[in-house]
T-cell receptor, first 115, second 112 residues
Framework: AQTVTQSQPEMSVQEAETVTLSCTYD???????LFWYKQPPSRQMILVIR??????QNATENRFSVNFQKAAKSFSLKISDSQLGDTAMYFC????????????FGQGTRLTINP | NAGVTQTPKFRVLKTGQSMTLLCAQD?????MYWYRQDPGMGLRLIHY???????AKGEVPDGYNVSRLKKQNFLLGLESAAPSQTSVYFC???????????FGSGTRLTVV
């Protein structure tokens, strides 16, 4: 079974700073997707970024980028020029491409951006 | 363009009571999922369905039952609620293949 670990329960940075959230996972599969989801106080689950395991190039979405290290099974999220609206819970998630394509989530990191 | 709708949004139950959470999607998605979210534990899969009339157990299925009689609906039942089932419940749906998940807005359930 796959597991996802986020070792930082809480993080806090100043507005405009860069912050990196850590995620490691364990799997024996070769074809999978990795995700970062944002959950603001509204409780809505918002997809931030997605990485296909077969792609060596790290995914980027505006101020959000990942550092995907497949051999090390590491998938960190970097937020550049952080904004107050980035304050939220962030979840790392794994999805096996085969079968029912279930999402396996990490424990979450609560990120606070201070003015 | 409703997406995934969960009802109710909030509910308080007494221990031993039963209830059903409804998830409805209007996107003709094959796959549907029920997750629960607890502090410090992320989201954990309760049950899922890969098509009308099919259901399967996830990571934490005990104390819950599900049904998928119609493709657009996925019901989660609690037969005898326990305080340990106090949580936020999320439903999600998706098409098979390399497509993303669509999540509902969640149901906050408190069992006293």
């Amino acid at each position: 079974a796959q597991t996802v670990t986020q070792s930082q329960p809480e993080m806090s940075v100043q507005e405009a700073e860069t912050v990196t959230l850590s995620c490691t996972y364990d799997t024996s599969e070769n074809n999978y997707y990795l995700f970062w989801y944002k959950q603001p106080p509204s409780r809505q689950m918002i997809l931030v970024i997605r990485q296909e395991a077969y792609k060596q190039q790290n995914a980027t979405e505006n101020r959000f980028s990942v550092n995907f290290q497949k051999a090390a099974k590491s998938f960190s999220l970097k937020i550049s020029d952080s904004q107050l609206g980035d304050t939220a819970m962030y979840f790392c998630a794994f999805m096996n491409i085969q079968g029912a394509q279930k999402l396996v989530f990490g424990q979450g990191t609560r990120l606070t951006i201070n003015p | 363009n409703a997406g995934v709708t969960q009802t109710p949004k909030f509910r308080v139950l007494k221990t031993g009571q039963s209830m059903t959470l409804l998830c409805a999607q209007d996107m003709n998605h094959e796959y549907m999922y029920w997750y629960r979210q607890d502090p410090g534990m992320g989201l954990r899969l309760i049950h899922y369905s890969v098509g009308e009339g099919t259901t399967a157990k996830g990571e934490v299925p005990d104390g819950y039952n599900v049904s998928r009689l119609k493709k657009q609906n996925f019901l989660l039942g609690l037969e005898s609620a326990a305080p340990s089932q106090t949580s936020v419940y999320f439903c999600a749906s998706r098409r098979p293949g390399l497509y993303g998940y669509t999540f509902g807005s969640g149901t906050r359930l408190t069992v006293v």
